[in-house]
C-alpha cells in the first residue's frame, strides 16, 4: 500500500507505520463497534496515513462528516470525533452530544484531537457541559505526514496566513513537535541552517524541546546530517511563478489534493469496439499521484516539454512486450509472458492515463493565453520593465481574467522590483477594486501585510543584485536534459533552492550580502550528538522544511539535485503544505460577501 | 458505606488480596454479608441471603477471590454453602466421613485455588477451592479447633500441605500419613505465597517446602546434573582431577546447561550469602565450559540476590524471598523502600540493576523531592536542596514537586521550584492554580504553546478588569495577535475595543469594512463605510479612504439606478455595473461612470466593444471605432468579433491593425494566407513559427514551403 514511503533514502514508512499503530491503539481502547464523527479537513490527510480497511478491521461500522444537530442514526457502542481543536467545532459537538443524551442512547462518546490536545477547547466543552460525556479524550500527534518517499507536509492550508497575516505561530510549534517526533525516530540531526523569522522561532522552540527532554539521550544513528529551515517569505517569487513540470502543471492546471488530481473525464474513456460514446462521465476522474507509479516517479519532475518523448519510447517499449507473446514458442515462455501480463498491463493502463493528462494539459500549454501570461511572467524575472504598469496585465484587468491570476501577476511585478512606486501600485489597486469590486481592498491589504505587495520605498531595488549573484535566471536552458534546477521553470531558477544549492556548496558564506537582502536572520546551529553516533558517512542526507508551503517545481528542482553527482546530499523535503500561486493567493484573501437584499 | 453496615453491627470482617488490590468481605449481627472488592473505590456488594443461618449457626468461613470474581465459602452445621454475588449454592464436599456434624475452620490457599477444611472429627480435607475435587485427607485426632490454619505450598508444587497451630504446637500436615510436628509458643501465622511466615514474641522464621532444585543438589548422594557440578568445583578447588571426571559425566549426558541453571536457580532460594556464592561460583565454573550459554540469567541473579540479601538486613528488615521479589517487581519494592524513607539504598538499589530513569532514581527523588518540600526549613534552602540534588536528571517534573509544595502551603517555595522546571508547558497549570496569571502568561508564551497561551489569556481575562487585561496583552504581542484571532471568530465586539484601545486605525477601518458587509441595508451600510473612511484617513492611508469614498459614491448610485429601474445593481463592481449599463444601452448612465469614475480609458473602451460586440451591435461597434483612434489598439476588435463568431465583422478591422499584430489578426480571421505573405514579408521567425503552426494538411504545399524558407532565411539571420 505505502511501499513508495520505503523507496528512498530515508525510511519514511517507519514514520507512517508509528501513526499507523498510534491510530489502531486509540481504536482499541474505545472497545465496541464505533463510529467516526470527521472534522471534514482532516479526511484528506488521514487518507495517507490509513485506509478504511483499518479502520473497518477495528470495528468502524459508520462513517459521518460533522455537521451541527443532531447526529445520524447508528447501531453502535461509540461515536468518536476525529477533530482539530477549534473552538467552533467544540460547539458543534456539544450540540451532537446534547441531542444524543436528550434522546437517551446509550453510547459512549470520545474525542481524538489531531494534531494536538487542546486545554482551551476542552474547557469549551466543559462551559457547553458536555465534557463529562466523554470516555475517552486523546490526542492524536500527525505533524508531519509522509506524503511520498522523500516528502513530508503538514497539509496544514493556513499555515501562511497564520504565520505571516496573523502572527499566530501554531503551526510552528506543530512544525517544531514534528520534527522532535522525527528526531526522535530518526536520530538527532547535528547541524540546523535556517533563514527567516519563523526559522528561528521552529530552531529556538526545537533547541528548547531538547533540553526538555535533557537526559534521554537518543541513541539512534543520525539518518540527517542537516537541517535546513525555510521561510516562504525569504522567497515570495517562486510559487507566483507558473510551474513548467508535469507534477507542476497538473497542480497549476487541476490542482492536487492530499495526493489526489482531479482531471475531466471525456479524455479517459475507454474506447471499446462498437460501442459508441453512448454515457459520458460526468464525474471527473480521480488518480493518485506518487511514486508507486513508476512511469509516473520517472516523468513528473521533467519539464513539460519533455515529457512527451519519454512516453512516445514507454509506448514502444510497451507494444514491443506485448508483441513478445508471438514470440513465445515453448510452454515455459508462454508461461513466462503470462506471468509478466499483469505488470505489463498496469503499465499500459498508466501510460494511458499520462497520455491523456499530457493531452489535456498540452491544449492548454499552447494557448495563446498561456504563452502571453509566460512571457510576461519571465520579463518580470528577468527584470524588463517591472517599474511600469504592465500592458498585459491592464489589458487582462479590462478583460476581466481571474482575479488570482492578476494577484499573482501585480506581485511578482512588486517582488521582481522590490517593491512598486506609489503611482504605479496605486494605479493597479484601483483598476482591482474597481473591476473585481471593493470588497477587495481586504485581500489588497493583506497582500501588502505579506509583503507580496508593497511600494518602494527610497531603497534601491535589489532584486537584479539578487538575480545576478544567485543565478536566478539561465538562458541557456536545457529542457530534455537539464544541467541546473532552472529547467523546472524553463529560465528561472527557484530562490529557495539555489539558497540550498548554495549551502552545501560553497557555503552560505559567499552570499553574505544578499542572505542580508532577503528578510529575516540567517543562522547556523549544531545539536551535540551523544560520542559514538558521529558518522562518516560520504552519502550527507538534508532535511528542509519550508515553513509557508513548498512548490511540486521546488521539490522537482531538489530531487534533480539529489540525483546529480556534484549536488553533495540528498534532500527529503518536509512543508506546512503543498502549495502553487493560485492557492497560496486563495488562502491570504478575505472573502466578504453581503448578505442578499 | 453501606445503610445495611450502619444499622447492623459487623461480626466479622475478613481482608482479603483480589485482582482488584485489597478487599474485605464483612459479616453482619444479622448474618448478611457484604464485599468490597478494591477499598479504594469503595464499591459495596451485598451477597444473597444464605438460608438457615439465623437458626443453625455460622462455624466458619472464607473468602475466594479468583478470576475477578469474589464467592464466600461458609459452613453451618454440616453444611457447606458457596455464596457468590448473586446466588448461594449448597455443596457437598467429595471425600468426607459422612458422619461430620461441623467444620471447625477452613481455609483457603494463598492463590485460591485451594481450600483446607478441619472437622469436629480432627480430621483435615485438603481439595481444590470449588469443592470439585478432593487432594488429600489427614487425621490429626485433636478435636480441639485450631488456633489458626493456614496453606503452605509455593506454585507450582504439587504437594498440598498445611500447618496448623494450637497454643502451642505447630503441625505440618500433608497428603502422607505422617505430620511434622514442632512445639512453639504463643506466635502466629502468616500465609505467604511460597510459605509460611511464623511470628513468635521474639522470633521471625519462614517455613517452605524444600525447592525441587535444592533437593536435587543438596540431596545426599544426588546424582542431579547440579549436585555433580557443585561436587566438580569443589574438586577443582582443591586441584584435584575429581573435577573433570565430574564435569565429563555431566557432559556426557549433555546436561550441562541444566547444571548451571540448577545452581543459579537454586541459589535463588538459599539465604546464606556464603551458600548462595558456592552455587553461583560453581554455576559460572560450569558455564565457562559451554560457548554459548546467555550469560544473562546468572547476571541478573548475582544482582537480584545482592539486593535482596540488602534488604533482608535487620536494618531494613524485608525478608523477602527471591520468589516474592519476583512476584513484587522492582518497581514494588523501591516504592516499598521510598514509602520507608530508604531513600538512599533505594538509589543505590536502581542504578545497580540498571532501571531507566524515570522509573527509577527520578522517581525516587522526586519522593524525596516531595517529603523535603514538607520540612520545616526555610524555603530558600530546601530549593537549594532540591536542585541540588536533582539537577537535570531526566524525567523529573519539577512541577510536580512544586505541586507539593503548593498543597502543603508554600506557594514560594513552588515559585521557587517551578522555576527549575525545563518544561515551561508544565509549569504553566499549576501557576494558574496559584493565581500567578502574568508569570503562567511569560512562561506559556515562552514554550510556544499558543494553546497553552491561550488557556492562560482566557484566564486572565476573567480574573482581571477589561483595562488591566488589554495593558497586559498590550505587553505580549503574542498573546495579543491570538487573543485578536480569537475575537475575530468569537467577540467581534471585543475586536473593536480592543483596536481602539491601540489607536490601531488601519485595522478598526478594515474591521468596519467587513462590519459594513454584514448590513443588509445600503443606508447602514454606507455609515459603517464612512466610519471606516474616517478610520482609514487617520491611519494616513489615503489610497484606501479614497476607494473606500468611491465605493460609497457607487453604492448610492447603485442605489438610485436599482430604485429607478428596478434591477439589481448593488454589490456588482464598477466594471460589472457599467458592462450591465451598456448591454442595456444605457450609454449615459455608463458614460457618467466612465466620467465620476476616471475609468482609463484603456479599459473603458474594451468595455464597451465587448459590450457591444455581446449584444451584436455591430453598427454601434463600427461608429465607435471610428469616433476616436483606439487606446487599445485594433487587434480587440478583432478578437471580441471573432469571440462572437462573426468573421465577417472582424474582418473588417484587419487592416486596421499595426504591423506587429497583423499576421496574428489575418489568423484570427481564418485568414492563412495573407498571414503567411505578410510574415514572410517581414522575415520575422516568431509570426513564421505561428503561421506553420496553423497550417495542416488541408493547406497549400507551396505556401509552407515558402513558409520553411522564410524561416531558414530569418534563422540565418
Redesign the interface.
Known sequence: MAAHLSYGRVNLNVLREAARKELREFLDRCAGSKAIVWDEYLTGPFGLIAQYSLLKEHEVEKMFTLKPGSLPPADVKNIIFFVR?K??IMDIIAGNVKSEVKQRSHRDFHILFVP?????CE?RLEEQGVLGSFINIDQYILDLIPYDGDLLSMESESAFRECYL?????S??HA?KGLMTLQALYGTIPQIYGKGECAR?VA??ML?MK??????QNQILPVFDTLLLLDRNVDLLTPLATQLTYEGLIDEIYGITNGYAKLPPEKFIQKKQGEGGKDLPTEPKKLQLNSAEELYAEIRDKNFNAVGAVLSKKAKIISAAFEERHNAKTVGEIKQFVSQLPHMQAARSSLANHTSIAELIKDITTSEAFFDNLTVEQEFMTGVDTDKVNTYI??C????DPLIKILRLVCMQSVCNNGLKQKVL?YY???I???????H??TL?NLEKAGLLKLQTNARNNYPTIRKTLKLWMDDVNEQNPNDISYVYSGYAPLSVRLAQILVRPGWRSIEEVLKMLPGPHFEERQQLPSGLHKKRENRTTLIFFLGGVTYAEIAALRFLSQVEEGGTEYIIASTKLINGTSWIKSLM?K?????? | MGSELSQNSVTEAKIFHSAYRTGVAILTKAYRFSVVTNIEDQKIWRLPDVPGLQTSGLSCWTVISQDRQTKLVLASGRNIYVLDSDSCTSVTVPGLDPDISSYLHMSASFNYKYLALYTNTGCIWMGTSNLKEKLGEFDCKFHAPPKQMVWCRRPRSQQPSVVLMWDSLLLVAGKSNESIQYPYDELYLVPELDGVRIIGSKSHEFLHEVPATCEEIFKIASMAPGALLLEAHKEYKKESQKADEYLREIKDQNLLPTAVEQCIEAAGFEYEPETQKMLLRAASFGKSFLSNFSPERFVTMCRELRVLNAVRDYTVGMPLTYVQFRQLTVQVLIDRLVFRRLYPLAIEICKHLKIREFQGVSHVLKHWACFKVQQKEPDEDIAHAINQKLGDTAGISYSEIAAKAYECGRPELAIMLLDFEPQSGEQVPLLLKMKRGQLALNKAIESGDTDLVYTVVMYLKNEMNRRDFFLTLRKHPVALSLYRQFCKHQEQDTLKDLYNQEDDHQELANFYVQESYQEAKVEVRVAELQKAVDEYSKARNEFAAKATEEQIKLLKFQRKLQDETDKPYVDRSLHDTVYSLLLEGSHRHAEQLYKDFKIPDKRYWWLKISALAEKNDWEELEKFSKSKKSPIGYLAFVEVCVKHQNKYEAKKYVSKVTPELKVKAHLLVGEVEQAADIAIERKNENDLNLVLSRCNQSTDRSLVERLNKARSGANKK
Open positions: 481543536p473552538l467552533e494536538r490536545r487542546s486545554l482551551l474547557q496573523e502572527n499566530d505561530q501554531t510552528l510549534y517544531a522561532h529556538n522552540m528548547r533540553r526538555e527532554f535533557a537526559g534521554s491592464e489589458d484587468i479590462a478583460q476581466k496605486d489597486k484601483r483598476e477594486l474597481q473591476t473585481y469590486g471593493y470588497e481592498i481586504l491589504n478575505d466578504l460577501e453581503a448578505p442578499p437584499f
